[in-house]
Structures are given as C-alpha cells and as structure tokens.
C-alpha cells in the first residue's frame, strides 16, 4: 500500500483503534501510541518487506521490534489490520487472559510479537542480535526497532548503540520517537540529553531525520533514504519528530496523555475528529 490517501485512512482508523482500547479499560498509554501511528503505519504498510505468515524465526523477510512496548495500542492495531490476527481481538485488550497484554509478551503466541517489551532500553539489544543473525544466516533483508527519546535515558541502549557501530551492523535501522515527553514532563526537563544526532554520530552511526514525523509523504521519503544507507558499514539511525497525542488536538502539546485514558465525553470528542474510514472492531 503506498497510496498516500489510503496510508492516511489506514491511519486515522488506528488513532479509533488506540482511543476505543484505552477507553475500554480506563488502562494504557494514548499520547505515544497516536504520535507514531503515522510511522507504524507506513513501516507496515509501504517501508517492510514482509511475507505472508508469522513465525519467529522471521528468515527472509524485514523485521520489526518495538522497544517502547507501553505504546502497545499502536502496535496491536496496526499489526491487527495489517493481517497478523483478527481485527475484533483488539476488544480485548488489558482484559484478564488476554493476548494483547498493556505490555506486549511472547508466551501467548500473539501474531507480529517477537519479543516482550515494556522493560525500557532492552529492544535495540535485540533488535542488534536479530540484525547479526541475518548476517550469519545470509538474509540479506533488514531489521527496524523504535525507541522512546526518554527511554534512551536508560543506559544499556548506549552500549547497543556502541557495540552496534563497532561491529559494523548495518543492516539496522533504529528509529527514536523524538515527542521531547515523557510520563514525568518534558525530556529537557527530567534528563535533557542534549544533541542526540551529534551523540550518535559520535559512536559512529549514520543519522538521519524525519522534521516531520506525522506526514505520511515524509515518513516514505525518510525511511527510503533510511534503506538506501544501509549496507555502508554503519547502523543507521531516524531521529523521527512526532507530537505526542498527534490528531486529537485536546491531547497534542503534553506530557499528560502519556498514560491516562480519556473520559466518555473526552472519547466522542477524540473520535469526531476522526472519522471513520475502514470500520471500528
């Protein structure tokens, strides 16, 4: 799917998706999950190269992994309408026995999930180990992985980020979701972290960024370069810029959706400034 209308629809039923979840329960996180619906949305639907199926082992096909695992609603709805489990499942979200957990889990068998997150700063760990096994497996396709900005305050991602430059793995493109919001407040003013793409560059990654990380059209435009740097003998790294709780304008320029639910009043507000495009679950 690269019809920019279509990626738009696609995407204005995801924000439903994540508004309708988290209302449901009273439970999840609404402000991330609706700043990187566009990006999800293109990953999956345009930037991928995916087979049909799922299976862990994930050979000859690109790879995604979500380090972030409190935006799960975006997640699960993306990955429901892309194909990977029934779009009605996504009623049961945060419910008990569940297979779409607040946090994303592997024990459960869920299609689309390769590794439990939620735990900050282990996804581009792994997303590095799966990146060196399709060196050694000759698969020449790519793995993804989105990190928080916040979460990058964690400090093992640093040694992801070292260790991943130093032994050239450049079949990987780590993507940050710069909102500059964290549950706390702002980035700046919890841990500012300064320039992250002079930080980057620093350990030897080639950077790139995405000025505007809710357009569709720039999303494509970014990741394809991102594609194109790969293969150079450095990881690449997006510096994606999103505004948390992006389409619902009482939810945009704050850290306070970061993990709240919206009231029933709050919802049919949310939800009349998206209308309905491919059918609510």
Request: with cysteine; aromatic share 8%.
């Amino acid at each position: 799917m690269s019809n920019i209308k279509q990626l738009q629809d696609f995407t204005t039923q995801v924000r439903r998706d994540i508004l309708r979840m988290v209302h449901a329960v009273n439970s999840g996180h609404p402000g991330g999950s609706l700043g990187c619906a566009e990006f999800l949305v293109t990953l999956y639907q345009d930037t991928m190269q995916r087979k049909e199926g799922f299976d862990m082992n994930g050979r000859e096909e690109d790879l995604f992994f979500l380090s972030n695992g409190h935006i799960s609603p975006v997640f699960y709805s993306v990955l429901a309408r892309s194909g990977y489990f029934e779009v009605s499942e996504l009623a049961t979200f945060r419910k008990l026995n569940t297979r779409l957990q607040g946090h994303p889990t592997t024990h459960e068998g869920l299609e689309g999930i390769r590794m439990a997150s939620g735990s900050l700063g282990q996804g581009l760990s792994v997303a590095i180990g799966a990146a060196q096994a399709k060196k050694l497996n000759n698969d020449n396709h790519l793995v993804y992985v989105l990190t928080g900005d916040g979460e990058l305050q964690e400090g093992q991602n640093w040694e992801a980020i070292m260790y991943a430059s130093a032994k050239n793995v450049d079949n990987l493109i780590a993507t940050v979701d710069l909102n500059g919001q964290q549950i706390d407040g702002s980035t700046k003013d919890v841990l500012n972290m300064g320039n992250l793409k002079a930080k980057f560059e620093a350990f030897d990654w080639d950077v790139l960024e995405i000025t505007e990380g809710n357009n569709i059209e720039s999303i494509i435009a970014g990741m394809n370069e991102a594609k194109a740097r790969t293969g150079k003998g450095k990881p690449v790294c997006v510096l994606l810029h999103t505004e948390m709780g992006n389409g619902v304008d009482f939810m945009m320029h704050t850290h306070a959706w970061h993990g709240k639910a919206p009231s029933d009043e709050q919802l049919a507000n949310a939800l009349s400034q998206n209308a309905e495009t491919l059918g609510d679950y």
